[in-house]
């Protein structure tokens, strides 16, 4: 079921928009209106790409881990978006915590706080 936090496969090109190939990714929030389209975040392997304090690395100790259903340690990129349909979700293969969604929101919050001070 499509919803916050879960987890799905996705093939979504890279920032040099050459082709990527299918890879976990989080839901993060539907947009608002008609079209069922969301807000995710990749996950990868890499853990050395990992933005300290911006991205979550999800440990194979970590409470959550199991429920997630990936197979590795991996890196939620934080800063690694994209606005996909939910058509082309093939499903979910897991999810994380309440908990770890509510910091990487809680993450962007302040992303977009800071680039847009009030005046």
Do not use: C
């Not at 807000?39 to 999800?58: P, W």
């Not at 934080?78 to 979700?89: D, Y």
């Not at 897991?94 to 919050?109: C, D, F, K, N, Y």
Request: net charge neutral; hydrophobic share 45%.
């Amino acid at each position: 079921m499509k919803t916050p936090g879960a987890i799905t496969l996705l093939s979504i090109p890279h920032t040099g928009l050459d082709a990527g190939k299918k890879r976990p990714a989080v839901l993060l929030a539907r947009l608002p209106g008609r079209f069922d389209d969301w807000v995710v975040a990749m996950i990868s392997t890499r853990l050395d790409h990992e933005v300290a304090g911006f991205d979550e690395i999800i440990k194979a100790e970590d409470p959550d881990f199991a429920q997630t259903g990936l197979k590795v340690p991996s890196l939620l990129r934080t800063g690694r978006l994209a606005v996909v349909n939910g058509e082309v979700m093939p499903g979910m293969i897991g999810t994380i915590s309440g908990e770890r969604l509510g910091r990487v929101l809680a993450h962007l919050r302040d992303l977009f706080t800071l680039a847009n001070p009030p005046t």
